[in-house]
């Protein structure tokens, strides 16, 4: 007669001790209130008597991510602050490497880039303000027209400019600098006032006439890489 043997026992769980989860729990529990140094203690008593506890690993490799994204972050911070916005992107761009979804990287990222890429226009429009000023006094059509990116405006200023130059010789256009206004409403428009004075001689009389006095306003729009105007008006 054949003897039934025993069932096998079953198999042993792993046992954590109380207060290594006591010290996980507190490790957790910091964690998720932004007490990082906390986190790396208790975990760290953790891995010193078990050093292959995966769960205390994780927390203290979270926590130290957390301590140098905030070091990354003070940095970025204090380098818009004192607007070095360059250096603030290479900053805010470290943290997103480590976490994509980093809403202060994010959004300072946004404001240095929307800065730089503001007071690039802005250099961009005033050397137009200014190329403008020297094409009228040159009498250089082409480079008026190349700036208007309306094709009603186009014909309009093409008409009103050769009557000018018709009529009279030897401009002089004044923009005052100080009255230069420029306000972005995105990326590819933006209005745009300044100061100016004209004078010419006239054909007939060849006396010098003032031919305008008084703000212009540009509404432009960048069309592929350059600002153009789509709407003048003068006052």
Known sequence: MKT?????PPPLETVIPSSTEDKLNRAKESLEKG??????K????????????????DYIAKAKNEIMIAQILETGISS???????????????????????????KYWNLADKTIYEANSIQKITKIIESLRKAHE????????????SPN??????????????YYDSMKSIVDKASISIRFSDRKHAEVKFSNFSTAVNKQTGQRTMIFEGQVIWTMEKQGNVWKITKEDKK
């Open 35 to 40: 007490d990082y140094d906390g986190t790396i």
């Open 42 to 57: 208790f975990a760290e008593e953790v891995t010193a008597k078990y050093p292959k506890n995966k769960i205390a690993q």
């Open 4 to 8: 039934e043997e025993p069932p096998l």
């Open 80 to 106: 818009y602050e004192n607007r070095d916005y360059r250096q603030c992107l290479q900053e805010m761009e470290k943290i997103l490497e480590l976490d994509k979804d980093h809403k202060e990287a994010k």
């Open 138 to 149: 040159e009498k250089d059509l082409p480079s008026i027209l190349y700036y208007v990116g």
């Open 153 to 166: 405006l186009q014909s309009t200023k093409r008409s009103d400019t050769m009557d000018i130059f018709n």
